[in-house]
């Protein structure tokens, strides 16, 4: 499935997206380093880590580098469920308005998906955020990441930030996807090849090479989890699907279609056929633990939930509709949906998907990072066992530390949902219909 390439993607050989991408971004044009300084295209920020950021730049009498290129949401709090919270979400939302930044997108949704909603995140440019998950606006070719508040206060003061040029591994998509699985089946098969560490500061460069191509959604999916294997960027040879995504939103082509030399330099090159790709199911307590659902051993379950920046996007609700049209929950199951933005939230109940889902049993909660982080919005107890579209099911991650979560695809999460359990025949007695 995999093969060893020469290092790199510098040096001898052709280059790679990110280091095209670093190479254009490189303050001094010093293009021999492993490290560079670079410029930045935006700033993401949320108020649970920009809070921890305002005191040291009030104290050193900072501005922002430029107001425009900045976006921070409130996301984590968004409403929020502790007077502790409260004050925290006031802290930052104050010192956004008196810096005077006009992307404050208050109550708007979750921060990585209102950034790829955003004329700010373009193909070919470079943005950091302080959450590890701003990786998934890779999703649209661009070289996106994460990094700490300190890391993130240096940036908005300067507009720059050092990067070590990342090894990149190459991963092809062939075939076709089936119709009941999607990005979060592909990226859970590729953590189940390169584990959580496997690609450690690396870029993942994807090429999808597949029959019919991979929806936007999905790709942005993929790239969010690409984090989860360590990842520094998780980037997709931008094409057609990325063009029409941006022309859809911004009305025309205001980015850098940045893709790969020919004869680009990889430490790796993996293949992954898709045609044939079935559900992928994470077990507890890793995203790395993953089996095909055919494996998993059956299990009741107490909770599922859709949501989060890594499953809460508009076809991940209209899949769990699908299975639910005319269905009802399992009554001992609390299902909790929360789109991913207002937009989505929108969009989902245009075309009525809201309605099915809420018929059917499961209950809508503000979007926000809610459940997924802990927060509210459907923190799990100690007996509570969840089946989950979000990112991560780390011990404690979604609440109890003896909580058991399962990561998966709406699709599955919705099934699971039907019928009360996890389990390996979950599909073949779930189709909906």
Not at 47 to 63: K, M, P, V, Y
Not at 161 to 186: K, M, N, Q, Y
Not at 223 to 242: H, L, Q, R, Y
Not at 368 to 392: E, F, P, Q, T, Y
């Amino acid at each position: 499935m995999s093969e060893p390439a020469s290092p790199g993607g510098r040096g001898m050989g052709g280059r790679t997206i990110s280091t095209k991408v670093i190479d254009a971004h490189s303050v001094d044009d010093d293009t021999a380093g492993v490290f560079r300084k670079v410029w930045v295209d935006a700033v993401l920020g949320h108020d649970a880590t920009t809070a921890l950021l305002i005191d040291d730049f009030e104290r050193r009498g900072l501005s922002i580098w430029d107001r425009d290129r900045v976006l921070l949401t409130n996301d984590h709090f968004s409403p929020p469920a502790t007077a502790e919270r409260a004050d925290i979400s006031h802290k930052f939302l104050t010192f956004a308005r008196e810096q005077g930044v006009p992307n404050l997108m208050l109550d708007r949704g979750i921060c990585h998906q209102l950034l790829v909603e955003h004329r700010l995140c373009q193909p070919g440019g470079l943005v950091v955020g302080a959450d590890s998950h701003t990786i998934m606006a890779g999703g649209m070719g661009t070289c996106a990441t994460g990094m700490g508040a300190t890391d993130i206060l240096f940036t908005l003061a300067t507009g720059t930030t050092w990067l070590r040029l990342p090894e990149t591994i190459a991963v092809r998509f062939h075939g076709a996807l089936p119709a009941r699985s999607s990005g979060r089946d592909v990226v859970l098969e590729l953590l189940a090849i390169l584990g959580e560490s496997g690609a450690q500061y690396r870029c993942l460069e994807f090429h999808d090479e597949s029959t019919t191509r991979l929806a936007q959604d999905d790709r942005f999916a993929i790239s969010n989890m690409a984090v989860e294997i360590g990842a520094k960027f998780g980037v997709f040879v931008p094409d057609e699907v990325t063009v029409d995504y941006c022309l859809g939103r911004d009305g025309t082509m205001l980015g850098t279609l940045v893709t790969p030399d020919h004869d680009a330099v990889y430490e790796r090159v993996i293949d992954i056929d898709l045609t044939g790709l079935g559900a992928r199911v994470a077990k507890p307590w890793s995203p790395g633990n993953v089996v095909p659902i055919g494996e998993v051993e059956p299990e009741r379950i107490t909770s599922a939930f859709i949501g989060s920046c890594a499953g809460g996007r508009l076809s991940d609700i209209r899949d769990a509709a699908t299975e639910v049209a005319g269905r009802q929950i399992h009554p001992e199951v609390r299902f909790v949906v929360i789109p991913s933005s207002v937009e989505v939230f929108k969009q989902a109940l245009r075309a009525g998907y809201v309605e099915t889902l809420t018929e059917a049993g499961a209950q809508f909660n503000h979007s926000s990072c809610g459940a997924c982080g802990g927060i509210d919005k459907g923190v799990l107890g100690g007996n509570d066992v969840c089946v989950s579209s979000s990112n991560r099911n780390f011990r404690g991650r979604m609440g109890h530390w003896e909580s058991r979560t399962y990561l998966a695809s709406a699709r599955t999460v919705a099934l699971a949902a039907l019928h009360g359990r996890i389990g390996p025949d979950l599909y073949e007695h779930g189709a909906a219909g």
